[in-house]
């Protein structure tokens, strides 16, 4: 009687659910430990901004792609890799922005 019991819970719609929910549970870990995608847009050096650099390289060091678009340190900089981070720079300074707004010279 307890062969025939096991039998049936075998089969029972219940455990189908858990089974199809574990099963969906591991596909959501293998993603993820496939890791993110990450753009992160920083209107400052990202040399010299610690706190940008520090978030950027804590991403990548669990496996996340970061890239970075941030200001450039001259206007001749070309897209390079840091630490497995790679930074797309922002031909334009600090400023000028700020001139496209308002129509003024910043100097």
């Known amino acids: ?5 096991a039998t049936s819970m075998k089969d029972s719609p219940k455990l189908r ?3 199809r929910a574990d099963a969906e549970q591991t596909d959501r870990n293998t993603k993820h430990s ?4 990450i753009c992160m847009i920083a209107y400052t050096h990202y040399r010299y901004d610690q706190r940008v650099r520090r978030a950027a390289e804590a991403f ?3 496996g996340d792609t970061v890239d970075i678009i941030s200001l450039s340190e001259d206007l001749t900089s070309a897209e390079e890799t840091i630490n497995r981070v790679r930074i797309t720079p ?3 300074g600090k400023y000028h922005i700020l001139e496209w707004f308002t129509g003024k010279q910043i100097v």
């Open 1 to 5: 009687m307890r062969q025939d019991h």
């Open 90 to 92: 922002l031909r334009l």
């Open 17 to 19: 659910v858990r089974e």
């Open 60 to 62: 990548a060091s669990r």
């Open 34 to 37: 496939a890791g993110k995608r």
